[in-house]
């Protein structure tokens, strides 16, 4: 069955960084899109960033642009963000995302906080 398993998160200082990673079984992981999302508190989850199967074709959420990047390792199954600069309003659980023969399918979450 799939599963997605993140790991990284934690608390950290305004303008540090951290970096989160996902790991992938259960389905051919080099065939199909990643994503990363967040959900703050009292927000909606949106979209952070995700990335084709390749790794070729990236897309990132306005508010972390420039900062965030996305990566994917198809031999280990793993897809990461690195987050630098991180800002107060980063804080949120940091969920890994992938559709899978017509079914979505997110890890439980890593939480991020981000404050001084």
């Known amino acids: 069955q799939v599963q997605l398993v993140e790991s990284g998160g934690g608390l950290v200082q305004p303008g540090g960084s951290l970096r989160l990673s996902c790991a992938a079984s259960g389905f051919t992981f080099s065939t199909y899109v990643m994503s990363w999302y967040r959900q703050g508190p009292g927000k909606q989850r949106e979209l952070v960033a995700l990335?084709?199967?390749?790794?070729?074709?990236?897309d990132y959420a306005d508010s972390v642009k420039g900062r965030f990047t996305i990566s994917r390792d198809n031999a280990k199954n793993t897809v990461d963000l690195q987050m630098n600069s991180l800002k107060v309003e980063d804080t949120a659980v940091y969920y890994c995302?992938?559709?899978?023969?017509?079914?979505?399918?997110w890890g439980q979450g890593t939480q991020v906080t981000v404050s001084s």
């Open positions: 995302r992938t559709s899978y023969r017509g079914s979505l399918y």
């Open positions: 990335i084709s199967s390749t790794g070729s074709v990236t």
